[in-house]
């Protein structure tokens, strides 16, 4: 039976801002943790108004954690010299909900397309490896209903199975809502099985 795959990497915080230099152009590069689009476009807005002079803020993102998406921007360099050895990097470092950005500035000095893919891919590389990368839990959330006549039974499952209350409503009727890390939920709803006094229904984010 396949394990479950419960956790995911990401970042904890942006990055410290590094400088990378190749043939007199300037390479400045940056991670970000991320969860939306919306977030991406204000980062990218304010660093070309950091970098006024730069040329290019090429970019790459992945959002998501079973089933992530991502985006490459070269932002004018030639076709897949920046954003994907950018995207590149961020797959490398297996890490996800994170926006890596790389500014150039021109140094007078023309790269080539090889030495681009070679100074961006550099560039997203300092930026995760100046990152601090934590692991993070996948959890499920359940919606527990019952009478507070049940309420022992509830409690007892909950502790024996470390779940994690998100909030409670304790009256005659009681709501709680749960959180288990995911490989544990199938044992969660096993042991509500059969007490048809507690309904349980799953939480979609």
Sequence with gaps: MDEITDTYKTIAKPSEEILFKEKKSKFFGYAFPVENEEEVKDIIDALKKKHPGANHVCYAWQMGIEQPNYRTNDDGEPNNSAGMPIYGQIQSFEVT?????????????????????????????????????????????????????????????????QCNIVSQQMEMDCKII????????????????????????PITS
Excluded: C, P
């Design 97 to 161: 909900n994170v926006l890596v950005a790389v500014a150039r500035i021109f140094g007078g000095t023309k790269l080539g397309v090889g030495g681009l893919i070679s100074a961006y891919r550099t560039g997203a590389q300092m930026a995760l490896e100046a990152s601090k990368i934590e692991e993070r839990l996948i959890e499920d959330s359940f919606e527990l209903s019952f009478e507070y006549s049940e309420m022992d039974k509830v409690m007892r499952i909950l502790k024996q199975r």
């Design 178 to 201: 749960v959180s288990i890390r995911k490989r544990d939920a199938k044992s969660l709803l096993k042991a509500f099985e059969g007490l048809h006094k507690i309904g349980v229904k």
